[in-house]
């Protein structure tokens, strides 16, 4: 028994090694250097299209051309990684607003299934299946796997595609979509594409952890929640005196810089024709006006026997609470702007209810101290 495990293990690792077929080997990626494998297998002609590595980090070939007068024809290769691939299209290489074609093979080897998608939004409810603008040419969209490749064929009714970029996404491996939902990609990237000269650009692109959402998530940690944690310091724990200080101009410094990294983000955003998105941006800029006032109020704080104090204390405490309540606001509105799930608007929810809470707490034994002296 144990020279057989030997054996084994041998067999496996020379396979490794020197490429020798196997079953526990993955067997080679689709190239252009090589005929298309499933041409038998796809509804129309392959033989004349242009071949391109679309997506060099994620192995996707792109073989698209002119195969009559109005059809333009696309076969999407990548590698079989139990879950959906997607190719979508677009004129200024983003996702939302735009339409999408994803196809997958169901579980347990089953039918290949392929979905036209309106990209509505970031999250999987957002993009519902079944819609988009996409002039699909009728039964010719199909998804085969073979030999550890998918390959995702269809054709667009359409003398010349209108679209300047392509957006081409991949899903957690693994997961397949659920009532034809997809779940969130793991990655996607996009780029320009030449229909006339038969080219494509090298995508660029990462995790599904993109810019807008490094827009999102620092303004909200920055000014939606080390903001409100500053305020509790100044309000409630002036008795650590000179503890409290320390603390609430470090937590209010650190809220100011991130949420200025998150609107510069925000700002450098492609948003045309997003709903909204002037009054978030015009808020964003009403808080970032109050917070510059409020480090300059740090410069130029009266002594506290001046008679000036009493104004400037005014002054800070109102800036400061009308900054974090715009600041809250603007986040829900950003949360609906980007349509994401319920579950990041209800985990601020959960935090705003607990500080909310914490400050009535708070105040009320205050006013209990206050009233005992």
């Not at 677009?90 to 089953?110: D, E, F, P, R």
């Not at 229909?195 to 660029?204: K, W």
């Not at 305020?231 to 810089?257: C, L």
Request: overall charge positive; charged content about 10%; aromatic content about 14%.
């Amino acid at each position: 028994m144990k020279l057989e495990k030997n054996s084994i293990f041998f067999v496996l690792l020379v396979g490794i090694l020197f490429g020798f077929s196997s079953p526990f080997v993955s067997s080679q990626l689709d190239s252009c250097n090589s005929a298309l494998p499933v041409s038998n297998l796809i509804p129309f002609n392959t033989t004349s299209l242009t071949c391109t590595n679309a997506w060099s980090s994620q192995s996707f070939v792109l073989r698209f051309g002119q195969t009559d007068s109005n059809t333009w024809s696309f076969v999407l290769s990548a590698p079989d990684r139990g879950t959906y691939i997607a190719i979508g299209f677009s004129n200024n290489g983003n996702m939302v607003k735009n339409s999408a074609l994803a196809g997958w093979i169901s579980s347990n080897g089953g039918p290949g299934i392929v979905k036209q998608y309106y990209l509505g939004g970031y999250s999987s409810g957002s993009c519902p299946p079944d819609q988009g603008s996409l002039p699909l040419v009728a039964n010719t969209s199909v998804i085969i796997s073979q030999s550890s490749q998918l390959y995702l064929a269809f054709q667009l009714n359409t003398q010349m595609p209108q679209w300047s970029h392509l957006i081409y996404a991949v899903g957690p491996s693994g997961s397949l979509p659920s009532s034809n939902y997809l779940p969130e990609h793991s990655s996607k990237a996009s780029g320009t594409v030449d229909y006339s000269g038969g080219t494509v650009s090298g995508a660029s692109g990462g995790s599904s952890f993109d810019k807008a959402r490094w827009h999102g998530l620092l303004v909200t940690l920055g000014w939606g929640i080390l903001m409100p944690i500053g305020i509790m310091m100044a309000r409630y724990f002036k008795k650590y005196d000179p503890f409290w200080f320390y603390a609430h101009i470090s937590i209010q410094g650190i809220g100011f810089v991130l949420g200025l990294v998150g609107i510069i983000i925000g700002f450098s955003l492609d948003d045309d024709g997003v709903n909204n998105v002037d009054v978030h941006k015009a808020i964003g800029i009403i808080i970032l006006v109050f917070g510059a006032l409020q480090v300059k109020a740090f410069f130029i704080r009266p002594v506290k026997t001046s008679k000036l104090r009493r104004y400037w204390n005014w002054y800070h405490h109102n800036i400061g609470r009308a900054a974090v309540i715009l600041g809250i606001a603007n986040i829900f509105l950003g949360l609906n702007i980007a349509d994401e799930s319920t579950g990041w608007t209800v985990g601020y929810g959960i935090f705003l209810a607990v500080w909310g809470l914490s400050c009535i707490f708070l105040e009320v034994k205050l006013w209990m101290s206050n009233r005992d002296d």
